[in-house]
């Protein structure tokens, strides 16, 4: 391994290293049930992404349980549940802000899902997550959008002169492109970019579901760039993966997340997020431009119409030129005395035009004569 590979490589990188902490959890039931059942869902064919997101939940409430003496599934009722539901209402992060309803839903769907198994399996006599009501989610939209002249300085902060910035614009302009979640495109192999054809396989995406992408032809012209020139300075040795680490090996998806924060902080723009920023801005652009919902839906990869549809209420273009051009106070050109050339760039003198009350017409303030 080069020397340059090897001053990237942190300690520890490795699961089950030397400095690894001893599981609190293990010895309790709960805990072990827990991993009963993700073996099951393993067995069952959901993906260990479905399994590490849940077991994230589930040992939250195990936490939980055990600060209050509670260690076996046949111990939990509904007012446990329920207690633990307000629980999460109630609390306060670091910062002292509270859990976001899409927080507590995730942190309380997996409870009934294992109850339920937990039933199934004889393991506990009745389900107490079966009348659990859980909190509505709201139908919230992107927390930040990102417009086309935001999206190509994120694309140009990436320096395509090294190895690691070709890589790092190919990354963003994949990204960007075909609308990829950062897990799917950590996935991607050397031959699912087919660039004579101009697409992307995506191979078990969210729920396990393949799905072709569509790739444009500048994106087509950097990953094809990044091929030839960066990836075989970058690998390390054989490898089929598409995008590679600046130590040769596969990008992780915090890897992906890490490169476009860096493209974010370089272009100077301060909205939150990173690869869902560049995902939402596919989707809205190609709205903006007269996609049909359902296309970007199969683009996406979303199972329900619903959540592709969000993306409508922000792709408003179309609505916005229907507000010019009939809303009476739309285009303050019309509704002020006109300016100088020299006077129309300066924001405060436009302003203070609205309050000159524009010139009467001649006929303008004159009662009509009545006629006959």
């Known amino acids: 391994m080069t020397a340059r590979r090897e001053r990237f490589r942190k300690p520890g990188r490795r699961a089950g290293w030397a400095g690894q902490k001893p599981d609190k959890l293990a ?210 040795g054989g490898s089929e993966v598409l995008f590679v680490t600046d130590w040769g090996e596969p990008v992780s998806p915090e890897f992906v997340a890490d490169a476009v924060r860096r493209a974010k902080t370089r272009a100077g723009i301060a909205k939150p997020g990173a690869t869902h920023l560049l995902r939402h801005a596919c989707a809205t652009h190609m709205l903006d431009n007269g996609a049909d919902v359902r296309f970007i839906q199969e683009m996406l990869g979303h199972a329900s119409l619903a959540t592709t549809e969000r993306y409508t209420h922000v792709a408003i273009s179309k609505l916005q030129q229907v507000h010019t051009a009939t809303h009476p106070s739309a285009r303050v050109s019309t509704m002020r005395t006109p300016l100088p050339p020299e006077m129309e760039a300066d924001p405060a003198a436009r302003v203070s035009a609205l309050a000159t009350p524009l010139p009467l017409a001649p006929d303008d303030g004159q009662p009509e004569e009545a006629s006959g």
């Not at 633990?84 to 409870?111: E, M, N, S, V």
């Not at 492109?177 to 101009?198: F, I, M, N, P, Q």
């Open 27 to 236: 010895h309790l039931p709960l805990t072990q049930a827990m991993e009963a059942h993700f073996e099951w869902m393993l067995v069952a064919g959901y993906t260990e992404d479905t399994v590490r997101g849940r077991r994230i939940a589930l040992r939250r409430f195990i936490a939980w349980c055990d600060e209050r003496g509670l260690a076996d599934p046949r111990e939990i009722t509904r007012p446990i549940l329920e207690r633990y539901q307000r629980h999460l209402f109630h609390y306060r992060k670091p910062d002292g802000t509270p859990l976001a309803i899409g927080t507590q839903f995730g942190c309380l769907t997996p409870l009934r899902t294992w109850f339920k198994w937990l039933a199934q399996q004889n393991r506990i006599l009745l389900n107490p997550a079966t009348e659990l009501a859980l909190p509505h989610l709201p139908k919230l939209l992107p927390r930040a959008l990102l417009g086309v002249a935001e999206v190509q300085a994120i694309l140009t902060a990436a320096d395509p002169a090294s190895p690691e910035g070709l890589r790092d614009r190919a990354m963003l302009e994949v990204l960007y492109s075909t609308g990829l979640r950062r897990t799917e495109l950590a996935r991607l192999k050397r031959y699912d970019a087919d660039l004579a054809r101009l697409v992307v396989f995506v191979r078990e995406g969210k729920g396990r579901k393949d799905r072709v992408v569509p790739l444009g032809e500048r994106a087509a012209l950097w990953l094809d760039k990044y091929l030839v020139e960066s990836r075989p300075r970058l690998l390390g």
